[in-house]
């Protein structure tokens, strides 16, 4: 199991472990997780040590970097100098970029040690993480399971122990959907707050890099390192919690209902929880949000491919979902985009008076593999809207959001992500927070109690 980052830094600082040893432990336990739950997509042993060797000699000299040595891995939708980058895609099986995008360059100034890049759904375009050519990443909690995406990989790794953080993308839930079914934190920071340049886009309009990591600290430590957020102590000992109201745009299982229930009652006991009226309605949120992926994924790719290119080389899920983008009028983005502002101006009128929003990450646990509708309560649909329907709205929005392991459930034992949103701009005041609330709930983070099936 990866060691917390400041507890690696510690030991790196005081000669307790150099990060050549640190190193290779992580590059052993990525090629386990990658034969056992297909969570990496590279594995780069010769760059890891490299950078792992000039990391010890940093220390000896005592020149190390805020995060000299510790090993990360970064999704394979993050253009990696010298390391092929795929994006998920057939269409990119030889693709090794000649430079860094901007997140990973600025995480390699920092001293870090990438171990390799994990999986993502072709082009980020999913919430499974599965592939027809390069096989589905398991969910390591139970391996019949998705671990949610298009972040999977990250998550599956962060959980299975391979790493303690590393770097994803949140179009509409990328890095907090996998967080969630997997029992990690993952973090999506406000709009524009980290620079995409050098990351596959998806949406550009909703695009988002994010950190997911073990516990609220090891995400600090990395999105500290990237500048998204600096040492903050809670601005009050009482804040006002805005409580989502239940609504029939759909359904909370159970086993989540109960798992916020009780984590509602801890956090009422330290805040002041309302009811938050006049909520804007998700459906309408996520029907905006649709739209909108449509139109801007079909121009990021028929830019680069024509159609017969793309039907050629894609995977059918995409291929076909870009058939789809080939009929969206200019029109219906534009109706897209004011749906979009409707709902901005009505979110934040409902949450004017409030510190932070509480709901769910995720409706329901992880779902089975290779399942394309989902059943919660009277409700079924699509797992893509069944699993974005909470998380799209805040990219509509640009709003930092978090997903926090809270509990497993009651009847599956998997995990429930808590998401905890703040206002614009207000990333600093939302890791303080979300530290201070899972301190608050006890949330494990050691895995000690994760079963591998």
């Not at 808590?418 to 301190?439: C, H, T």
Request: aromatic share 6%.
């Amino acid at each position: 199991m990866a060691k917390p980052i400041d507890e690696l830094l510690s030991d790196f600082a005081a000669g307790d472990l150099l990060p050549s040893a640190a190193i290779e432990t992580a590059i052993a336990a990525a090629q386990s997780c990658r034969a056992e739950i297909n969570a990496f997509a590279e594995i780069d042993a010769l760059g890891a040590r490299l950078a792992a060797s000039a990391s010890d000699y940093r220390y000896r000299d005592r020149t190390q970097r805020r995060l000299e040595g510790v090993p990360v891995a970064v999704k394979d939708l993050f253009d990696t100098a010298g390391v092929a980058t795929r994006y998920g895609s057939p269409a990119y099986s030889s693709n090794v970029p000649s430079v860094d995008a901007d997140a990973v360059r600025i995480l390699r100034e920092q001293g870090v040690a990438i171990v390799g890049k994990t999986t993502t759904h072709e082009f980020a375009w999913g919430v499974t993480t599965a592939s027809e050519r390069f096989g589905d990443t398991l969910n390591p909690w139970d391996h019949d399971r998705i671990p949610g995406g298009s972040s999977g990989g990250m998550a599956a790794a962060i959980a299975y122990g391979a790493v303690s953080a590393g770097l994803g993308t949140d179009t509409g839930g990328s890095v907090r959907i996998p967080a969630s079914l997997c029992g990690i934190v993952g973090f999506k920071p406000s709009y524009g707050r980290v620079s995409t340049k050098g990351v596959f886009p998806l949406a550009p309009s909703l695009d988002h890099v994010g950190v997911m990591g073990r516990s609220v600290g090891d995400v600090k430590t990395v999105a500290g390192a990237l500048g998204i957020v600096t040492e903050t102590r809670l601005q009050s000992d009482r804040y006002r919690l805005g409580i989502v109201p239940d609504t029939d745009d759909l359904p909370i299982s159970d086993d989540v209902r109960h798992s916020l229930s009780q984590a509602c009652t801890i956090l009422r006991r330290h805040h002041d929880m309302v009811q938050v009226a006049g909520f804007p309605s998700l459906k309408r949120a996520f029907e905006a949000f649709a739209g909108i992926v449509l139109a801007e994924g079909g121009m990021a790719h028929f830019s680069r491919y024509d159609r017969e290119k793309i039907h050629e080389s894609y995977g059918p899920e995409t291929a076909s979902r870009l058939e789809v983008a080939a009929q969206t009028t200019i029109g219906r983005y534009a109706d897209s985009q004011r749906l979009r502002r409707e709902f901005v101006g009505q979110l934040e009128i409902a949450t004017q008076d409030v510190d932070f929003l509480l709901l769910p990450t995720c409706p329901c646990t992880a779902p089975m593999r290779r399942t394309a509708e989902i059943t919660i309560g009277s409700w079924t649909g699509s797992i893509r809207e069944a699993l974005m329907i909470y998380t799209a709205p805040f990219n509509l929005a640009g709003l930092p959001a978090l997903s926090l392991p809270i509990s497993a459930g009651l009847a599956d034992g998997l995990p429930v992500g808590l998401q905890i949103v703040a206002g614009r701009g207000r990333d600093n005041e939302l890791i303080a927070f979300a530290s201070e609330v899972e301190k608050l709930l006890g949330v494990n983070t050691t895995y000690a109690h994760l079963k591998r099936r």
